[in-house]
């Protein structure tokens, strides 16, 4: 592991380490610890140009989001454990996206990544129903705001990832 993915992994760890829903922390760690999940994860790119378009871009913008997300004060109606958990659950759909041959992501003609969210969704779905006793509506939670396209939104949650993901991008070009 090169030492810039080895800070970010760190860093990642300080950031699970604050999501005290039990269901969420138990979710984030059973898709993290899915080799072929994380491998994906630290080998995308975040983009195909710009900042973070390199191995481990996506990981480290990924990991400077939710760096964003606990450092802002959050409305008195979003949870930080389900927000900190649907923006991973989201990268992960976002790797699955990534072709894996060079820097390219499978897309549709209007540029989009192929099921992104279908991915995510299929994710948690998988992983939450390994966890006994996962709560339906958590799982109902997590699917609304990984079901929201972040570029036009309307949820409060969604809202808020896309403010800290567009304000990671102008902090870190």
Do not use: W
Not at 71 to 79: E, G, R, S, V, W
Not at 86 to 104: A, N, V
Not at 116 to 132: F, Y
Not at 151 to 168: E, K
């Amino acid at each position: 592991m090169n030492d810039m993915l080895r800070i970010y992994a760190y860093r990642l760890n300080k950031v699970i380490a604050l999501i005290s829903d039990e269901y969420c922390r138990k979710l984030v760690e059973k898709t993290l610890k899915d080799t072929k999940l994380y491998i994906r994860l630290i080998s995308a790119p975040h983009a195909l140009t710009g900042n973070f378009n390199c191995i481990c871009g996506l990981f480290a913008h990924m990991v400077l989001t939710l760096e964003e997300a606990t450092a802002t004060t959050l409305p008195c109606n979003i949870d930080l454990s389900i927000l900190l958990t649907s923006i991973i659950m989201k990268e992960i759909g976002i790797s699955l996206c990534f072709s894996g041959d060079g820097f390219q992501f499978r897309t549709t003609k209007k540029g989009k990544g192929i099921g992104t969210t279908n991915l995510s969704k299929q994710v948690l779905t998988e992983k939450a129903s390994s966890i006994t006793g996962f709560p339906d509506e958590l799982k109902m939670k997590l699917t609304a705001i990984i079901s929201n396209d972040f570029g036009n939104t309307h949820s409060p949650a969604t809202q808020l990832i896309s403010s800290l993901t567009t304000a990671v991008d102008k902090l870190h070009p």
